[in-house]
């Protein structure tokens, strides 16, 4: 894996870099009601939106619910999306009946993707952002029952790898690991990461135009410097010394908390 590693891994950029702007412009004025769907077209694309209500039983969703903090129908789940031209059509219908897709445009831009539960919960669906996110979301669960399938011992090696980058285990523990483990930890996770992306770039293929709402230029921009840099740089963190991994992980977070400061501010903007 050290090898592997040592290819893929993005070059360190001094600097947290924001999403192009192009991809951050929500895609219509039109609002996302209580239940139904939602068409527009955009630049030659059509877009077709089919969502419900979601009132999570979850407990602490409730008392959230109570507490005034979220409203009820405060989550909506997605049931299909499609995105089609004159040509070619996009459907994830089939997806979304085995990943669980729940937005909200009053959360803040997230997604989860835990080792075992099968959902993604997100903000604000209608920028390119986030239809580029979401694919690459589906793309880790497409890419893991795949594993499950094919290699299982690869598949409960993934499900630690993943543990370890969601808890971020502490210095101690983190450096009891021997460095070969390690390795092979962050590789994993690494190619997991990669082979999610790959999934999403692959569906999007069709509608990535010159002049588009989906550029190769901003698309590869937003992946290879934006969000690949996240783990390229919690790789790093997790691979160097104890005092590189510990000014890292700083520099990292600090970076990181800025950009996501920077894309709020410019959110707020549509």
């Known amino acids: 894996m050290k090898e592997y590693i040592e290819q893929k891994l993005e070059p360190r950029m001094n600097i947290f870099k924001k999403a192009p702007e192009d991809l951050t412009k929500r895609l219509t004025d039109s609002k996302i009601g209580?239940?139904?769907?939602?068409?527009?077209?955009?630049?030659g694309l059509h877009f077709n939106f089919k969502y419900r209500t979601f009132e999570d039983p979850d407990p602490y969703v409730q008392w959230k619910i109570a507490q005034g903090i979220e409203k009820p129908g405060y989550w909506k789940i997605l049931e299909n999306l499609t995105i089609k031209d004159s040509t070619q059509k996009l459907?994830?219908?089939e997806y979304l009946k085995l990943y669980n897709v729940r937005f909200s445009e009053e959360a803040d831009e997230h997604h989860f993707n835990p080792a075992d539960r099968k959902i993604i919960e997100m903000?604000?669906?209608?920028?390119?952002?986030s239809i580029l996110e979401l694919l690459h979301e589906i793309g880790h669960f497409v890419y893991r029952d795949s594993l499950k399938e094919s290699n299982p011992q690869k598949f409960k090696e993934l499900k630690k790898a993943s543990l370890f980058f969601i808890n971020d285990i502490d210095n101690n523990l983190r450096f009891s690991i021997d460095k070969k483990q390690l390795e092979q930890l962050c590789g994993l996770k690494l190619e997991e990461e990669r082979n999610a992306w790959a999934f999403a770039l692959k569906k999007l293929k069709p509608f990535i135009k010159k002049d588009g709402l989906f550029t190769k230029e901003d698309i590869l921009n937003y992946i290879h410097n934006v969000a690949l840099q996240t783990y390229s740089r919690s790789i790093g963190s997790k691979t160097n010394s104890f005092i590189s991994a510990l000014i890292d992980s700083v520099l990292s977070n600090l970076a990181y908390k800025k950009g996501m400061e920077m894309q709020k501010d410019k959110d707020k903007e549509f």
């Open 91 to 93: 459907e994830l219908e």
């Open 34 to 43: 209580d239940n139904g769907e939602l068409n527009f077209e955009k630049k």
């Open 123 to 129: 903000g604000n669906i209608l920028t390119p952002r």
